[in-house]
C-alpha cells in the first residue's frame, strides 16, 4: 500500500490552515467532499496522477436526484486533509505508525497531490462555471476540523 | 475481514436517529470517540467482544496533559455510528459492496455491538462517575451528522 485515503461528504466543512500559536485561519468549503490523505513509506510521485485521477472521478456524489456522480461532474468542492494517522495499525493497547512515510517526502508528496487537484479542477469547464474550489489544510499541523453532513457516506480507497 | 471501524476524536458531535420523514431526533455527545462501524459478510456475533474490547482500550484520547489514554479511562463519550459505506470497494469509477453483510445479520451485530459497549460503560466504575455516555445511530438509516473535533484523528482498525 503506497497510500490510504479516506473520502467524507459533507454540506459545509471548516478547517483551521494556521498554526496553533497564530491567529485562526480556516480553508472553508461548502457542499464537497472531505479527502483525508495519509502517504505510506515507499510511495513516490508516480502514485499521485492514479490517486487524484481515481477521487476526483469515483462517483460518491449524490445529485438531487439521488443518483451518483463524481465530484468533478457533480461538481462540488474539495477540502483536501493530511491525516497521518490514518497509516496507524493497532497493536495492543498503542496504535503504531511503522508504516507512514517520513515527513519530508510526504510533504512533497501532499503538496503534488494538491497542485494536482487544483489543476484538475482549473481545467474542468462544469467545475469552473460552477465556482467550486480546491480547499486543502496545512501538512504537519493538528487538523482542527468542523463539519456538517447529510450523511458522512464514509469509503475508503488504498493504493 | 470480519469488519472495518473508523475512530475520530470529537468535540461534540449530533446525529439523526429518526428516519427522514419523522420529526427530528439526534442522539448527541460531548468530547469523545466517533466510532463508525461496517460488518462484512461472514462475520459473526464472536468478532464483537474483541472488537468492543480492543475499540474502548485502545490509547487514542488526549488527556489534557497530551497523553494517549483510552476513551475508558479519560473517561469520554462515544457515538456508534453505523456505515456500511465503509465495506465499498473501488471498482473503476464505481464502489462496489459484495463484501458488505446482508441487512439482517448486520442489524442484530450492530445490535450486539452497541448493546455490549453500553454494559462496559456501565460496569467502568470511572465512566458512570464522570457521567459519559454511549449514544448510538439507527442502523439503516441516512446518518445525518454534525462534528466540531480538535483534529478529527482519524484511525482505522479492521478485524
Redesign the interface.
Known amino acids: 500500500m503506497a497510500a ?1 485515503v ?1 473520502l467524507q461528504q459533507c454540506l459545509s466543512a471548516r478547517l483551521q490552515v494556521t498554526e496553533a500559536e497564530e491567529a485562526a485561519e480556516y480553508a472553508e468549503i461548502q457542499r464537497g467532499t472531505l479527502i ?1 490523505v495519509c502517504f505510506c513509506k515507499g510511495a513516490t510521485g508516480d502514485i499521485v496522477p492514479k490517486m487524484v485521477n ?1 477521487l476526483l ?4 456524489c449524490e445529485t438531487n436526484e439521488g443518483n451518483y456522480v ?1 465530484v468533478l461532474d457533480l461538481p462540488a468542492n474539495i477540502l483536501i ?1 493530511p ?1 497521518a ?2 497509516g ?1 495499525k ?1 497493536k495492543g ?3 503504531q505508525y511503522h508504516y507512514n512515510i517520513g515527513k519530508e517526502n510526504g510533504k512533497a508528496l501532499y503538496a503534488q497531490f494538491v497542485a494536482l487537484c487544483e489543476k484538475e479542477f482549473a481545467l474542468n469547464c462544469r467545475c469552473v462555471e460552477a465556482g467550486v474550489v480546491v480547499r486543502h489544510g496545512t501538512y504537519g499541523n ?16 488504498e493504493f
Do not use: C, E, F, W
Open positions: 490510504r479516506l483525508y481515481t472521478n469515483v462517483k460518491l463524481s486533509i491525516q494517522t490514518l496507524g493497532a493497547r498503542n496504535m493538528r487538523q482542527v476540523l468542523q463539519m456538517d453532513t447529510n450523511g458522512p457516506y464514509t469509503h475508503l480507497i
